[in-house]
């Protein structure tokens, strides 16, 4: 398996502050950045690095933004690259002056990390890295074994559970879906008699006692104040049962004093008195990917990251593919589900593929009125609807699930 292609970015600034502190921001994000410290150095760059985004400030001596742009744009090897360019003047003529040198892009300074991460996730997400010959789509890792690939620490030290099944529900961003398709992969494994367990460890929020109106006040934080040596004494007790194959281990927003404390190094004693042979523990990891949740992955089974089809959901569920199959061990099958809530996605199942560097298992269409009825009526989408698309797709889901 080929590692992707990284893209590469050329900043542009003749202040080493700033262009450290770029450099840093888009590092994080997984971008190969280069560094230049005048515009004739940049140009050098350009010529002999051929980036995927040039970042230029317009302000420099000798060589300023504008002339590097006129530069770039007339050789005909780099005229393609786009560029955003940035500077601490907010005036009209200077930007329309960038524009007309033949920036794509302009940014105002100082500017807000966020904001320059998402206008270089904007220009970027539609092009594909230079080399693209060499990038392969991922093999589910199940398929990849022997293939030689480093593990993080993290991941490398950890123990693999030897019986049971344990799938971890992740969703890309907020709203993309992870806690509708853990209620529903619970529900549909239970309604096919298999013993499940599902566990809200979204310490944040909690939304699945909210979904199902379950009125179990304590569950997971009543367990995480008592001493961590009597958790596996207690934790049947504070499991809410749901249905004969069903039960439910729920997280509640406290109003008061934050969410419940749980350390990462706490993850193998919370986690092991739920894993039983025969039976399947489904995890709703919420869309955080804390140290806590790293030590939930590393020990699942099945990852199932959800997203939904827009430019930002994709571009971040992009990079967190990439990070899951660096720090899962090598028998964690990790899986992709979008969920098109709009009922308006136009964007053909190959090309997303392409996109993700990743095969889609599933892209469930539900509209927002199959999911108010389900919630309003406080049951998963499966029981809803049993005959709707989404439904069945999650049926096979879970099928896929058993079969692990």
Request: net charge neutral; proline share 6%.
């Amino acid at each position: 398996m080929t590692i992707p292609i990284a893209y590469k970015i050329l900043v542009i600034d003749d202040h080493p502050e700033t262009l450290n502190i770029i450099q840093r921001v888009l590092q994080q994000q997984g971008y190969v950045v280069l560094g230049a410290r005048s515009g004739f150095r940049g140009l050098r760059l350009a010529e002999s690095e051929n980036p995927d985004l040039v970042l230029v400030d317009g302000m420099m001596p000798e060589m300023d933004g504008w002339e590097v742009c006129r530069h770039l744009r007339a050789d005909p090897k780099l005229s393609d690259i786009p560029i955003i360019m940035f500077t601490a003047v907010d005036e009209a003529d200077k930007k329309l002056a960038g524009f007309n040198a033949g920036a794509d892009d302009y940014l105002t300074k100082p500017t807000e990390p966020e904001e320059l991460v998402e206008r270089v996730k904007t220009i970027l997400d539609n092009r594909a890295p230079k080399a693209t010959a060499q990038t392969q789509l991922h093999k589910p890792l199940s398929q990849a074994k022997g293939s030689g690939k480093t593990k993080a620490p993290l991941a490398a030290t950890l123990a693999f559970p030897a019986q049971g099944s344990v799938t971890a529900v992740l969703g890309a961003r907020g709203g993309a879906g992870a806690t509708t398709l853990a209620i529903n992969l619970a529900s549909s494994l239970a309604s096919n008699k298999r013993s499940t367990i599902l566990l809200d460890l979204d310490l944040i929020q909690g939304h699945i006692a909210l979904y199902l109106s379950q009125k179990h006040q304590q569950g997971l934080n009543n367990i995480l104040t008592q001493p961590e040596t009597k958790w596996s004494q207690i934790i049947q007790n504070e499991l809410s049962q749901y249905n004969d194959h069903l039960a439910l281990l729920l997280t509640h927003t406290e109003l008061t004093g934050g969410p419940p404390r749980l350390q990462p190094e706490q993850i193998q004693n919370l986690l092991q008195p739920l894993i039983k042979p025969n039976h399947h523990l489904i995890i709703d990891c919420g869309h955080q990917l804390t140290a806590n949740i790293e030590a939930v992955l590393a020990r699942a089974n099945q990852i199932i990251v959800c997203l939904r089809p827009e430019r930002v959901a994709l571009a971040n569920a992009r990079h967190l593919l990439e990070h899951l199959h660096e720090i899962s061990p090598p028998e964690t099958v990790v899986r992709a589900v979008i969920f098109d809530f709009t009922g308006q996605m136009a964007i053909p199942h190959e090309a997303l593929e392409k996109f993700l560097n990743h095969p889609v298992t599933a892209i469930l269409p539900v509209s927002p009125a199959e999911m108010n009825q389900a919630v309003n009526k406080s049951i998963p989408l499966v029981q809803l609807n049993a005959h709707a698309k989404a439904a069945i797709l999650i049926r096979q889901i879970a099928q896929q699930l058993i079969k692990a």
